[in-house]
């Protein structure tokens, strides 16, 4: 029994680590899946500012971007391989007696490409589809299931906004984004078709932003500076103007998110290894006592010959054997609960070796920290006064 308590403590901490980190690092590796598939090397350019009666709108309230700059951006920026012009909005799309309301992307092939998004059945769009402004459609997942159930889109005819459209594909499912957006939510129709007879522009050729997709995650920072120098000159922007468009690095923004999971998965490692702190002192306790009820048997053993590094030996042993026997108990206890733990939450849990090796590993170094001053004490007890004791 007293063994049994002993090792509690220690089942505890190594089992709460354990939990602890799994969902930490479940939830790592669902926010980096999550940013893949947003694509790689991303930078996405709004348009500028304005200010009118000393109010400044955000970005977006003075319509700046043009197919030609996307154009532009893609033949003259040495570090760009892909650009995607977005005019976007939100409009009902309706088939047979079903209807449903999502978000629908005038845009041209880069899309494919830029957001890593391929094809699960029919074709992609054409550079002939956005010449020609034709009124073709990719759906997204989301979209086929509340629209066609088991029903194959490909050739079907869907409405936006009253217009007809032929399904030409489907785009493969996606999931959630890392602001938590459905992106399978979502309709593509080429750009020219969203700018002439769905959303209408300002003025020819606007788009609503141009997402931009660098060679490589060396080439991203090249690429901004590239894209930002290039709108500047094409939009006749002097040294001491303020840039009538903004530049950002979805793969920072993405990368801090990431980050910040990882110091969360710290800190609740950290706070979980209290527990095994807790186990420690409890070790130390029940040592000192047992110190104490085998008084006699460390004098019998020492005057028999037994030096004080045997009977420090003899203590700190039993304190790490206990605490290895309630770290294998605790690793199993820890991984069970963490399975618990994503069934019944449904969140994603990942019990990774590194953090099992971990915990098992400390709770041999609280044995030997905690052990070594029963032990110390016990080695230091007098061989006759241990053998009077009662």
Not at 230 to 239: A, D, Y
Request: charged content about 20%; overall charge neutral.
């Amino acid at each position: 029994m007293r063994s049994a308590l002993t090792m509690l403590g220690i089942i505890i901490g190594v089992g709460a680590v354990i939990a602890m980190l799994a969902v930490g690092t479940g939830a790592s590796r669902k926010i980096a899946e999550q940013t893949a598939s947003m694509g790689s090397n991303l930078l996405i350019v709004l348009p500028g500012s304005q200010t009118s009666g000393g109010i400044r709108t955000g970005f977006g309230g003075q319509p700046t971007l043009t197919l030609n700059d996307a154009e532009a951006i893609e033949k003259e920026c040495p570090a760009v391989q892909d650009v995607a012009p977005i005019l976007n909005g939100t409009a009902q799309i309706v088939y047979g007696n079903l209807n449903w309301s999502t978000r629908v992307s005038g845009t041209t092939l880069g899309i494919i490409r830029v957001r890593d998004w391929p094809i699960a059945t029919g074709r992609s769009l054409t550079d002939e589809d956005v010449r020609s402004a034709t009124k073709v459609a990719l759906l997204g997942q989301t979209v086929v299931d509340n629209l066609f159930g088991g029903i194959d889109p490909v050739d079907q005819i869907v409405r936006i906004k009253k217009i007809p459209f032929r399904v030409i594909g489907v785009m493969e499912k996606k999931g959630q984004s890392v602001m938590g957006d459905d992106q399978d939510d979502a309709v593509f129709v080429p750009v020219t078709t969203a700018q002439k007879k769905l959303f209408g522009t300002t003025f020819p050729g606007m788009v609503r932003q141009i997402m931009v997709k660098a060679r490589s995650a060396e080439d991203l920072d090249s690429a901004e500076r590239q894209v930002t120098s290039l709108l500047k000159q094409r939009h006749r922007i002097g040294p001491k103007k303020d840039d009538d468009f903004s530049v950002r690095n979805l793969t920072q923004m993405m990368q801090a998110a990431e980050e910040q999971t990882q110091i969360m998965t710290i800190l609740l490692g950290a706070i979980a290894s209290v527990s095994l702190l807790v186990g420690g002192i409890g070790i130390m306790n029940i040592m000192l006592v047992s110190v104490t009820e085998r008084t006699r048997e460390i004098g019998i053993r020492m005057a028999i010959g037994a030096k004080t590094w045997d009977i420090r030996l003899q203590f700190i042993m039993e304190a790490v054997i206990l605490s290895l026997i309630g770290g294998v108990i605790g690793l199993t206890a820890g991984i069970t609960g963490s399975s618990v733990i994503s069934m019944m939450a449904g969140w994603p849990t990942e019990v990774s070796l590194m953090s099992a090796l971990l915990a098992f590993v400390f709770s041999g170094v609280v044995g030997i920290f905690f052990g070594f001053y029963p032990a110390y004490k016990a080695s230091l007890l007098n061989p006759i006064d241990a053998l009077r004791y009662e």
